[in-house]
């Protein structure tokens, strides 16, 4: 079945670092791809996806790029605040082109990042 | 502004209650889902449904059943709640085909 793998955390960040969180996946065919982030007391919120192989996702200053070749999905940012401190999830879905989707989500562990000043 | 509501932000229930947890969605959205977050684990599916009164489990069912008896409301149900349900619970849902979940705010459920 599916499954997704995120780095284990937690990641400590001083203000300006550079992120990078790396997330590999296992699925059949080719699905598309998420992060997650989950803001402290929150529910989750689509930070940005990426539906094909070579697509780049991006938002926030946060991107990440669809690799089929390696399956992975690693997440960067050039330059943390410390309002970017808050969990973030890795997450396929069980869309595949030209069949059918319920939009279920197969997550990984989340990792907890944490930016000082 | 799309939203995803869930009932309670905290619940205290002791072990062997019958429980439930409620969700809404103002999108008019056939995909809902229950999932369970622990930390460590990520997020795991509990139910889903895709249409009224339709169901499917997911990859943790056991312990839980769910309701829809309307398109915006998604029900999970703790038949004889114990401790080991003690989690955050995430209710979200999707527009049919699409590729983009939205999510509840969650409910911190403790079994004491």
């Known amino acids: 079945g599916d499954s997704v793998t995120q780095m284990e955390g937690p990641v400590t960040l001083s203000e300006e670092a550079f992120l990078t969180i790396n997330c590999t996946y296992t699925a059949t065919g080719y699905p598309s791809l998420f992060w997650y982030v989950q803001y402290p007391g929150e529910g989750l919120q689509l930070l940005l996806k990426a539906t094909k192989a070579d697509d780049k996702g991006s938002n926030k200053g946060f991107e990440a790029t669809y690799r089929k070749e390696t399956t992975s999905f690693h997440l960067e940012k050039g330059s943390v605040q410390v309002s970017d401190s808050a969990v973030y999830f890795c997450?396929?879905?069980?869309?595949?082109?030209?069949?059918?989707?319920?939009?279920?989500?197969?997550f990984g562990q989340g990792t907890i990042l944490t930016v000082h000043p | 502004d799309v939203k995803v509501t869930q009932s309670s932000r905290y619940l205290v229930k002791r072990t062997g209650e019958k429980v439930f947890l409620e969700c809404v969605q103002d999108m008019d959205h056939e995909n809902m889902f229950w999932y369970r977050q622990d930390p460590g684990l990520g997020l795991r599916l509990i139910y889903f449904?895709?249409?009224?009164?339709?169901?499917e489990k997911g990859d943790i069912p056991e312990g839980y059943s769910v309701s829809r008896e309307k398109k915006e409301r998604f029900s999970l149900i703790l038949e004889s709640a114990s401790t080991n349900q003690t989690s955050m619970y995430l209710c979200?849902?999707?527009?049919?085909?699409?590729?983009?979940?939205?999510f509840g705010q969650g409910t911190r459920l403790t079994v004491v």
């Open positions: 979200a849902s999707s527009p049919r085909g699409g590729t983009r979940a939205f």
């Open positions: 997450a396929l879905s069980d869309h595949r082109a030209g069949g059918t989707s319920y939009g279920k989500l197969t």
């Open positions: 449904s895709y249409d009224v009164k339709m169901k």
